[in-house]
């Protein structure tokens, strides 16, 4: 059974970082793209970022490129998200989704295994 758990959420002033992590278990890591996702309230779910643990090659929405790194630790089955330059507009639910995928994709439906989500609030 594949189970992803999300952590690292929590309450930043802008400006701030924040590394949330994504613990995978139950599927061949390295097979796997991962993919990070955010919902805030109101608003559709979007892809952040993403990462295709095989070959390593990453996707970066353009509100976030230069800001947030995605990295994976393939030992440790675990993929990581830093958040730096904090922003109000980041504030939402964020989710690690996985599936076994050739590259990155931005559709949510494409990943079939999604963690609980972790709330990461970015005051003002």
């Known amino acids: 059974e594949v189970q992803l758990v999300e952590s690292g959420g929590g309450l930043v002033r802008s400006g701030g970082s924040l590394r949330l992590s994504c613990a995978a278990s139950g599927f061949t890591f390295g097979d796997y793209a991962i993919g990070w996702f955010r919902q805030a309230p109101g608003k559709e779910r979007e892809e952040v970022s993403c990462?295709?643990?095989?070959?390593?090659?990453?996707y970066y929405a353009d509100s976030v490129k230069g800001r947030f790194t995605i990295s994976s630790d393939n030992a440790k089955n675990t993929v990581y998200l830093q958040m730096n330059s904090l922003k109000p507009e980041d504030t939402a639910v964020y989710y690690c989704?996985?599936?076994?995928?050739?590259?990155?994709?931005?559709?949510?439906?494409?990943?079939?295994?999604w963690g609980q989500g972790t709330q990461v609030t970015v005051s003002s």
């Open positions: 990462i295709v643990s095989r070959d390593g090659r990453t």
């Open positions: 989704a996985a599936d076994r995928l050739p590259g990155c994709t931005v559709v949510a439906g494409d990943f079939g295994s």
